[in-house]
């Protein structure tokens, strides 16, 4: 995933930037980067490894390093950004979040035919996606035009922020509005970012939600709209269940409250079948779970209770180590028991989502090791059948290394993937064989997924507007 923020003042943009930035942390953990732009210095760019340490640690120093009134910064799980392209358009630093699907195709097709050549070739020979972004921007004579033929050859998604050399910034949601982007405004000029909160936080009010494909210049005296926005809207729905920070806001829906809906819709369920009578703790599995759990606990109610306790103070970010049986390792040494939260009681957890479910499965090992009688799951999201091709959730995971993928494959085999709606549904025989299955995997005393339809009916928007891609693989 990833997450960038922008600001054009009156006054020194780097304080708010680094901040703004910085409030995007939860959104990556691989690379960091800020530009900003000086009339008399020009254009100016950091990049840092973020993995063992955060943003602000590895930025700390930017205050006298950079300078401007206006700067971007972003925050990546993939490509080291912002860069800075000089080309028909003018020099400026460009930061993107999504990924792009047919990316050989459009090098082939648009680039390599131009004689055009790429400078921030990766490991392995991987272009940089933001420098392909930008590339097809400069197919065109205007940032207006070249924004939008990007979008319309991109397969995939593509949130764009452009910090211009005319003292501007240049924002693009994606072509569907798959992921947020706003304008905040406060009296010495105007800021961008995914996250409303972050610019609330620094003092700014929300000016503008952009819309799909909708394109925004700002300055520090005004916001000019290039292009308007679109009406298709396929908005990612793990915004509310996973990605977004609690105090986010999207369309108008604020993440912890959904999530509160979320778990209330799921304990509704639970009680109609008669199941919550065996519960003494409702828990979540920190920290996204931990909402939808206290929605689960207030309907239900059966008490919430924090029976582990994350070890922050040296542990405070997800370090992830090269080999599985290391971050397995590193996830367990984090988790501190309540002992008496735990003996002899029978617990339900709500996890925001369950993947490959390995970190899961030595949770729960971790709790019967500590005395627990029995250890529930509920998954506050439908079974997750399908690798996301739009965002970085589940991208890197093969479609064999979903649990429930898997799971089905060792009961049916092949043929089992023509009744994913089926295993998808807990009322049907082979809805009933997968919980059963990955409860036997992972040690869960039962296990239930939220529906499709509870978590739209949770979110509050008109479900043509919700990507749900990766639960019933409808695009």
């Given at each position: ?32 980067g ?15 490894n ?8 590895k930025?700390?120093n930017?205050?006298d ?6 700067a ?8 080291p950004?912002p860069?800075i ?12 979040i ?6 050989k ?5 648009f680039l390599?035919s131009?004689g ?9 020979g ?6 392909l972004?930008a590339a ?12 939008t033929?990007?979008?319309d ?9 452009i910090?211009t ?7 693009a ?5 798959r ?8 009296e010495?000029?105007?800021?961008a970012?995914?996250?409303q909160?972050a ?13 799909p494909?909708?394109i925004?210049?700002i ?9 308007p926005a679109r ?6 729905s793990?915004?509310w269940?996973?990605?977004?920070y609690?105090t986010s ?5 604020t993440?912890e409250?959904m999530r ?20 003494d ?6 920290d996204?779970?931990?909402?939808h759990a ?5 309907k ?5 209770a924090?029976?582990?306790?994350k070890?922050t ?5 997800s370090?992830?180590?090269?080999k599985q ?6 996830a ?6 309540v ?6 009681k029978?617990l339900?957890?709500?996890d ?6 390995t970190?899961?499965r030595e949770?729960?090992?971790f ?6 009688k ?5 998954s506050?999201c ?14 890197n995971t093969?479609?064999m290394e979903?649990i ?14 023509k009744?994913?709606?089926e295993?998808?549904d ?9 919980r059963s ?16 339809e ?11 507007k ?10």
């Amino acid at each position: 995933m990833g997450g960038f923020f922008g600001v054009v003042s009156k006054c020194d943009a780097i304080p708010d930037v680094f901040f703004g930035t910085d409030y995007h942390s939860h959104l990556g953990t691989r690379r960091g980067g800020m530009a900003a732009y000086d009339e008399n210095i020009g254009l100016q760019r950091d990049i840092h490894n973020i993995e063992n340490s955060p943003f602000r640690t590895k930025f700390e120093n930017i205050f006298d390093e950079m300078t401007g009134n206006s700067a971007i910064g972003c925050i990546s799980d993939s490509d080291p950004q912002p860069l800075i392209i000089r080309s028909n358009l003018g020099c400026y630093a460009v930061a993107t979040i999504g990924i792009i699907n047919n990316a050989k195709e459009l090098i082939d097709k648009f680039l390599c035919s131009n004689g055009g050549h790429f400078g921030a070739v990766m490991t392995g020979g991987k272009i940089n996606t933001t420098e392909l972004v930008a590339a097809l921007i400069s197919q065109k004579p205007s940032f207006a035009e070249g924004i939008t033929f990007a979008q319309d050859v991109i397969e995939g998604t593509a949130a764009i922020m452009i910090l211009t050399d005319k003292n501007s910034i240049i924002v693009a949601r994606d072509r569907v509005g798959r992921l947020p982007l706003s304008i905040g405004k406060n009296e010495n000029g105007y800021c961008a970012s995914f996250e409303q909160f972050a610019f609330k936080k620094l003092g700014y009010a929300l000016e503008k939600e952009l819309g799909p494909s909708e394109i925004v210049e700002i300055t520090c005296d005004g916001l000019t709209v290039l292009e308007p926005a679109r009406k298709e809207m396929k908005i990612c729905s793990f915004l509310w269940t996973y990605y977004g920070y609690p105090t986010s806001e999207f369309e108008g829906v604020t993440v912890e409250q959904m999530r509160y809906r979320n778990g209330e819709i799921m304990a509704k369920n639970d009680l109609k079948n008669g199941f919550t009578d065996k519960i003494d703790y409702v828990g979540g599995v920190p920290d996204s779970g931990t909402p939808h759990a206290i929605g689960y606990a207030n309907k239900s109610d059966i008490p919430f209770a924090r029976p582990f306790i994350k070890y922050t103070p040296t542990w405070p970010r997800s370090f992830t180590p090269a080999k599985q049986v290391d971050r397995n390792r590193i996830a367990k040494m984090k988790q501190i028991p309540v002992h008496s939260l735990i003996e002899d009681k029978n617990l339900l957890f709500v996890d925001d989502s369950i993947v490959r479910g390995t970190q899961l499965r030595e949770t729960v090992e971790f709790l019967y090791e500590n005395g627990a009688k029995s250890v529930h799951m509920r998954s506050a999201c439908p079974p997750i059948m399908y690798g996301c091709k739009y965002l970085n959730f589940s991208r890197n995971t093969n479609d064999m290394e979903l649990i429930t993928r898997s799971t089905i494959f060792e009961l049916e085999g092949e043929e089992g993937f023509k009744y994913i709606d089926e295993y998808s549904d807990s009322s049907t025989k082979r809805g009933k064989k997968l919980r059963s299955a990955i409860c036997e995997k992972l040690h869960f005393a039962s296990l239930e997924f939220q529906s499709l339809e509870g978590v739209i009916e949770a979110i509050g928007l008109d479900k043509s507007k919700l990507c749900t891609y990766c639960w019933n693989g409808k695009e």
